[in-house]
């Protein structure tokens, strides 16, 4: 499988199917200036620059990089992306530090035999809900806990269609990563309440309509009814 478009200026570069079966779905936004959202494990990096380019996007565009979370499936390819482009390194503040101390066990690099140097992080997010600009298009990062402490959950709306951006919502839970599940069953009701047309998910590709949305959301709620097992 290839890159392709999710949606108007919306595309999946990268992920297990497409890359690397380390790798987590790999999004990037072309809204004048491209963010991408989620940089795989790293060895799949020159493969995703090359999905990137074939999409016919201009990669000295890339301004912006969000990580949904600190596991080294979604950052493990940050350094290299924040190294080439300069782009800025966009977090929220409770999981940039495993990254920030490039932390083995909080990052899972050991649990995928991969190893992650520590990483600044420019832009960390302390709010529940961030409203960020990039080009003419707002950009919604929200304080998600669950699967880790500092997850995000990202979205937009963009042509009259509102697209989340939803990494690792199915879990797993451990207590390595700092999960906690009651935070995380408020989160998901965030998210149910948003309503959203589409989700990118991150492990399971592209979820829509609204309806597939919301039962997918649904479905792991009833599943983690009785705690995590
Ligand atoms: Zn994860
Ligand atoms: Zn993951």
Redesign the pocket.
């Known amino acids: 499988m290839g890159p392709q478009e999710v949606t108007k200026d919306i595309y999946l570069v990268g992920g297990a199917d497409i890359t690397d079966p380390r790798d987590?779905a790999i999004y990037l936004l072309d809204l004048g200036e491209l963010v991408l959202i989620d940089a795989g494990a790293g060895p799949s990096y020159a493969e995703i620059v090359r999905n990137i380019e074939t999409l016919g996007l201009d990669l000295k565009k890339l301004k912006s990089l969000i990580l949904t979370h600190c596991?080294i499936?979604?950052i493990g390819g940050a350094p290299r992306f924040r190294d080439a482009f300069g782009c800025r390194i966009i977090m929220h503040h409770l999981d940039a530090e495993a990254v920030e101390r490039g932390d083995e066990g909080m990052t899972a690099a050991s649990w995928y035999n991969l190893s992650f140097p520590p990483m600044p992080v420019a832009v960390k997010l302390t709010r529940d809900e961030e409203r960020l600009r990039f080009g003419d298009q707002e950009v919604v990062c929200l304080h998600t806990p669950g699967h880790t402490p500092g997850s995000l959950s990202v979205y937009l709306d963009r042509g009259g269609t509102r697209v989340l951006f939803g990494?690792?919502i199915h879990g797993p839970f451990s207590e390595e990563f700092g999960s906690d599940l009651a935070a995380w069953r408020s989160s998901m009701e965030r998210l149910l309440a948003l309503e959203a047309d589409i989700l990118c998910e991150?492990?399971f590709g592209v979820y829509q309509p609204k309806e597939s949305v919301t039962e997918y959301i649904k479905h792991y709620l009833e599943q983690y009814r009785d705690g995590a097992r």
């Open positions: 987590c596991h499936d979604h990494q690792d991150g492990h």
